[in-house]
């Protein structure tokens, strides 16, 4: 049976040792039953998590898998802003159309004038949100690297893990890593990537060696 875990510090009485592990969700959640491991040493399992991530850069083929899932990601995202992209400035040339229209008829009554306001707050809203879709695709874009670029960066992990402190190791697993599956009847353990951290992390260790 395969389970999701979380993290557990706890000790035994007050200015005890404390001690750090991970609890099953199922077992949380639904009973200690769900599982047939109830918890495992933080330390275990978060060694076997650093150095699956150690092994990313000397992995080409894992390298390639994961990039090769962000670029879809990114691609895929950059189509759907790239569609709402076209259909906003075909709704912006329509409200601008319908003010040159409204334009000569102002003196006639409120009626323009009010409709003229409600097109200037559209058009404000429009304009917002295409500055936030271009900045949007060009994040998407800086964040695409290639293999080689991305396995020089993640060669770099391994002396740089040591000199971090705790909260930007923390900072940097929870960057790279979904999620950890255990699997007590097997006694194994996967670890799941996001493929856009990867390219974050990449991206971000690379602009620090340049």
Known sequence: MQASLFPVTQSASP???????????????????????????????EKFVIDQVRGI?????????????????????IKELEAEKSGLARELGRHNAQMRDLAGSVGSGGTATDR??????????????LAEIREEMATLG??????K??????????????????REQARVLHLLVQRVDYDGDKGTVAVTFHPAG????????????A
Request: charged residues 30%; hydrophobic residues 40%.
């Open 15 to 45: 200015g005890d040792r404390r001690y750090r592990y991970y609890v099953c969700a199922n077992a949380q959640k639904r009973g200690w039953h769900n599982c047939p491991s109830k918890s495992i040493p933080a330390g275990e399992i």
């Open 57 to 77: 850069g000397s992995d080409q083929a894992l390298l390639a898998e994961t990039l090769g899932g962000a670029r879809a990601e990114a691609k895929a995202r």
């Open 116 to 129: 003229m306001a409600d097109l200037l707050d559209r058009i404000r809203g429009v304009e917002q949100r």
């Open 142 to 147: 800086r964040s695409l690297i290639d293999e």
């Open 149 to 166: 670029e991305a396995a020089q960066a993640m060669a770099a992990f391994d002396p740089v893990w040591e000199t971090l402190t705790l």
């Open 198 to 209: 990867i390219e974050m992390l990449s991206r971000e260790m690379a602009e620090e060696n």
